[in-house]
């Protein structure tokens, strides 16, 4: 095994805190630890040093973060780096004094050696230098962890219970989480074989009667005509999706309107099942959901819990700028309801994002970047600026809601949604405007049997009456034949006249399947075997019509939702400071680009346009004009990052952000 990589993977294990109910963003590739006092000292939080070494190690394990190093994109990048290592710095100090017994963390760390086949001392020792550190540093490392845990769980334990008007308030916005689960009643046909299985089906489509094909043919519950369930006075009980295995219950649970199934695969069967009756879900009484909704709202409020201790953290935590490089630009980007929103929020939920991370990697930073100043960041403000105003107006409002700042914002909007309807006539109209939607196209299952003469391959489509198999007979009559498996209209693994010919009329019908007419396919002479068969159709409006009104439904609520809570923080004269930020940090970044040095005679130096001087470090943003050593410090305001000074972003035109 390699150590490396094994121990590599606890240390990343280790590298997680859970804030406010979101796991920590970042993983290192090697070494990242909690307490690791030891490297070049990049600041201090509440006395607690953070080496440039954390950083890079975080940097470098995130591929997003590593290639962004310069530009308006690294500066976001460093302050993203540097708040989130400030606010990991202040959790880390914050459970320096929770007792944790010796006992539990040398539990922990044998389960990891364990785990990791590192029982050996020497193996363990030999695979903690290698990533740096030593099983004293490990373990030191495990007591944070563990303190952390302990303090999660006793600020989760000092929450309040759910008031009865907290539990109702939750289920009455939530209602249509609480179903009973949806059920069918069927019957079904399991058989060994796949020709067979199509040719009862086919049977079935005809009209045969599907109780009497199961009593005949299948392998499960023939006793019982195939009925999924046993049966009350001759009719089958309805049954959960659980009962089924999961391929024949999606497959089955999606005829809500009745019918048949296709033929599906599963554990080596093949099973066709009929819906006799499509059961909804219902939905549950408030007694009857309150056990879960309970535990719903208990968590939320343990969010919330977890969240206010946090921002207490943050607020209170003094910063010390040891190495200028790393001090950052952190200005309040929005303010609502009496909080300020730090620009490193936006950042984070951002540089965070997998989308945004899969943009970056197909985009250079400096043409991502006004992508991302004008479509991106602006609405992730206002989302910011939805949920802090959020506890404002539930209390406004009257309403006992719970959670986290993002959770009560949910539940406003879905306040805002409730009493949204589709009507028939919208159902119908989306129905029509969007039919391309709901085309299933045409397939079949195609075998070619390929001849040299067309008199030979014309004496066999007439000859052959579909019995025994297609490979052999068509062989026999001096074919060549190739399994083209499934092909569509369009299907690039058959000759194009053939495939037209799969689709086309003046198939000859034989056995569970067809041929087509003789076909030219450059010197030889072609006849596919078709079988399965499905001709290009539209779904009907009442097949899908459940699912056209669902997913009108969820749009409209989401508007409704959206609209209500915007005008309800319009009230509150939030003020939104990104376009003032944004048009700083650029001037900001674009002051600090190296020049190209002139040399005496006016020409200019070589060297590539843009390239830091030797030493300088790239993520140093507009820090770099600071006096060497100098440091910062201050205590930030409520909701506002830590340290952040007061000077407001937009005081005047491109006015300089407030120092973090």
Known sequence: MNKKKAVNGLLIGLSVLLVAGMAYQFTPNVGELFNRQTGTPALKVNGRTVTVEEIEAVRNGNQALASLNTGVLGDDAKILLTAQMIDRAAIL??????????????????????????????????????????????????????????????????VPAPTEAELRAYFDLNREKYRTEEQIVGRQIVVSDRAKAEGLLAQAKAGANFAQLASANSEQNKDRGGALAPLDNGVPRPVLRAALPTPV????????????????????????????????????????????????????????????????????????????????QNPTVASVAGKNIPYSEVVSQMLTNPQISGLLGQLPPDQAAPILNASVKPGIVQQLMDSYAAPNVASKLGLSLTGSRGEIAQQLAAYGSRGVTVSDAEVLAFYQENKGQFEIPASATLDEAVFKDKNQAAAFRADWNGQGDFVAAATKAGGIVSERGQVSPDTQ???????????????????????????????????????????????PLEAVGPQIREQLLATKQAEAGQGFLAKQVATLNPKNNLTQVLEAQAKRVAAAEPKPQTPAGGAPASGTPGTPAPGANPAAGGASDAAPGSEGTGAAGEGTAPAQETAPANEGEGAAPADR
Not at 100 to 121: A, C, F, H
């Open 93 to 158: 100090g914050a459970v320096e004094d929770v007792n944790v017994e010796r006992s539990e963390i040398d539990k922990r760390v044998d389960e990891i050696r364990k785990s990791n086949q590192l029982t050996d001392n020497a193996a363990w020792t030999d695979a903690l230098q290698r990533m740096g550190s030593s099983d004293a540093e490990f373990r030191k490392d495990m007591r944070s962890q563990i303190a952390f845990e302990l303090k999660s769980a006793e600020l989760r334990k000092a």
């Open 249 to 328: 219950a999606d497959a089955a649970f999606a005829l809500t309107q009745g019918g048949l199934t296709g033929v599906i695969e599963s554990a080596g069967k093949y099973v066709i099942v009929k819906v006799e009756k499509f059961v909804p879900g219902q939905l549950k009484t408030f007694d009857q959901a309150k056990a879960d909704v309970t535990n719903v709202v208990r968590t939320q409020k343990e969010n919330a819990a977890l969240e206010k201790w946090t921002d207490g953290l943050r607020q209170g935590a003094k910063v010390e700028y040891i190495d200028p490089a790393w001090k950052i």
């Open 493 to 539: 693994n058959a000759d194009p006249k053939l495939v037209a010919a799969v689709f086309a009329d003046g198939l000859r019908p034989v056995g569970e399947g067809s041929l087509t007419p003789v076909v030219q396919t450059g010197q030889n002479f072609s006849i596919g075997y078709v079988r399965e068969l499905q001709r290009a159709s539209t779904q």
